[in-house]
């Protein structure tokens, strides 16, 4: 299916006036929810989406005979059927997604001129990992077992955000601490008890971008839960990620649900109990349903959707400031008109550091735009999605993308794209040029063969994918978070219920799994139980 083809125009197809339930964004936490509240429900889910094609960050978007990935570039754990995550997308898209193993060295850690492979496989990592520092053998050992530890006591954490509030008051602290203990700490403080060597420590954190924030700053949980989705491999899913959406939306619809795109809503409404009854839609349209699911992300939910004067949402708005937004980012779109097979492209995917202080390195490139960019990060949807060719013949593409701060481009956010004046467009060269002159330097193979080159910035992201400040994460996943209750299912103003990387962890897993915790509470059953056994397509 084509990714145009994900939902039906609201302006154009009308709407009906009432539905069980009203999910706010077709991201994947949002498409989870829904899909799990009509399979286990049989709820009637109307799911709305202010772009013009569902699914979020996972949707792709085509261009001059090419085809990129907005958000997804590889998704560790699903082609596992017996972990968690593979199990539950499995089951939320009833099989209908296949996927395609990245290979063996799914991503290459490269610092400076020094270069170090991530290969699949937990014992396969340990043994290259003291291959390369072989006088640091007991730290690599350490470090292994710290971050199966974490994450092995996620698992009680994230539970309690799906319990009844007054078990979870009761039973809280118990499910939290243990998990809490690491969380609320580094992946910096973390690292320096197990290792001096910073080299070592630079590369064992070298996949920092795929949570966004640098060792300094990144929960410690955070980046367990990151190796620990990686560390057995990754997939890409066969089609492109518009994949996801187009194998969730059938259980939707089965229930009587619907997915409607270009339907932009102003707010969530309240009654005179100061329970959601549904929302009012940009044109001043009312639609109602006994339970509304924000997937829009806490900042828009309370910030912009719910009045002010909403139970409970001045303590978390004042709660969320010690949480500030996650990074934005660039993303150079590159295509070379040479099938994918002929290319010399890799699947494997390529991070790129100018020193293993990787603090160091994004505190001064915050400060100055023309210093060393503190991390690249590039794939190849084409050489690890096998049905590519087929859909776009004799194309390869690439994406490259730098962390960068909002900051440098707020005083554009409010001007229309051709009226942003010649600084805009000199600075944004700049950099694109940059970016395109980095993916020839380390992949040689494309050099003087680019076709295209196009820059995404942090203001297309707060367009299209409505971040107000380009975050690429939804909130940052600082220790602060951890320890904070807004982020999560639940909200103080009943019906109304968070899903996606704010209800859960960012990321493709963690919105699943956010979709999964918020269907939970909202049908009163645990829901991880059900969605963790065999499904009956998998082999």
């Known amino acids: 299916m084509d990714s145009s083809n994900l939902g039906s125009s609201y302006l154009q197809n009308p709407v009906a006036d009432r539905w069980d339930a009203i999910v706010i964004g ?3 936490g949002g498409l989870a929810a829904a899909a799990l509240l009509a399979m286990h429900g049989g709820k009637r889910v109307l799911v709305l989406e202010r772009n013009s094609v569902a699914g979020g960050f996972t949707h792709c978007f085509p261009k001059a005979g090419y085809e990129w990935n907005v958000g997804v570039h590889y998704v560790g754990q699903v082609q596992d059927r017996s972990s968690l995550v593979g199990a539950t997308i499995e089951h939320v898209t009833d099989g209908r997604l296949q996927w395609n193993s990245l290979p063996q060295v799914y ?15 937990r014992e396969r990592f340990r043994d290259r990992m003291k291959s390369y520092f072989p006088h640091d053998a007991g730290a690599i050992d350490r470090y292994l077992d710290a971050v199966q530890s974490c994450f092995e006591k996620s698992t009680a954490y994230f539970k309690e955000r799906a319990l009844p509030r007054p078990l979870a008051w009761l039973a809280g602290p118990l499910m939290r601490g243990p998990f809490l203990r690491w969380a609320a700490r580094t992946t910096a403080d973390v690292l320096a008890e197990i290792t001096t060597n910073r080299e070592l420590a630079a590369v064992l954190t070298g996949q920092w971008g795929d949570y966004g924030l640098p060792p300094g700053e990144s929960s410690f949980g955070v980046h367990s839960m990151l190796v620990s989705h990686y560390i057995e491999g990754a997939s890409f899913p066969v089609g492109g990620p518009s994949r996801f959406a187009a194998a969730i939306m059938p259980a939707i619809e089965s229930a009587g649900g619907r997915i409607a795109v270009s339907a932009h809503v102003r ?11 549904g929302v009012r839609m940009q044109d001043g349209r009312e639609i109602r349903a006994e339970v509304v699911i924000s ?3 806490a900042r828009n939910t309370y910030e912009s959707l719910l009045p002010p004067t909403a139970p409970g949402v001045a303590p978390i708005l004042a709660e969320m400031r010690a949480v500030p937004p996650s990074i934005a980012h660039l993303c150079l779109y590159a295509g070379v008109k040479q099938p994918a097979a002929e290319s010399g492209v890799s699947g494997t995917n390529l991070w790129v550091y100018p020193s293993p202080d990787h603090d160091a390195n994004l505190a001064r490139f915050k400060s100055d735009p023309s210093a060393p960019f503190p991390l690249l990060f590039m794939s190849s949807p084409s050489a690890n999605d096998p049905d590519f060719e087929r859909r776009y013949p004799g194309r390869t593409t690439l994406e490259v993308i730098c962390l960068v701060p909002y900051d440098w481009f707020v005083r554009w956010e409010n001007v229309p794209r051709d ?8 600075f944004v060269q700049g950099l694109q040029e940059r970016l395109r002159r980095s993916l020839e330097e380390h992949v040689p193979a494309v050099r003087g063969k680019l076709e295209i080159a196009e820059l995404l910035t942090p203001l297309s992201t707060r367009q299209f994918m409505n971040c107000p400040y380009g975050e690429s994460y939804g909130s940052s996943a600082t220790p602060a978070r951890f320890r904070l209750h807004c982020f999560a299912p639940r909200t103080p103003v009943r019906n109304l219920y968070l899903t996606g990387q704010d209800a859960c962890l960012i990321g493709v897993a963690g919105a699943v799994m956010g979709g999964v915790l918020t269907a939970s509470l909202v049908l009163g059953r645990n829901l991880v139980s059900v969605v963790s056994k065999p499904h009956p397509r998998a082999s």
């Open 107 to 121: 991503d290459r850690i490269r610092i400076a001129d020094r270069e170090y492979d991530f290969v699949a496989g």
């Open 26 to 28: 077709s991201g994947i």
């Open 419 to 426: 009226q942003r004046g010649r600084d805009y467009e000199d």
């Open 267 to 277: 707010e969530i409404l309240l009654d005179r109990a100061q329970r959601a009854v």
């Open 295 to 297: 997937g829009a992300g």
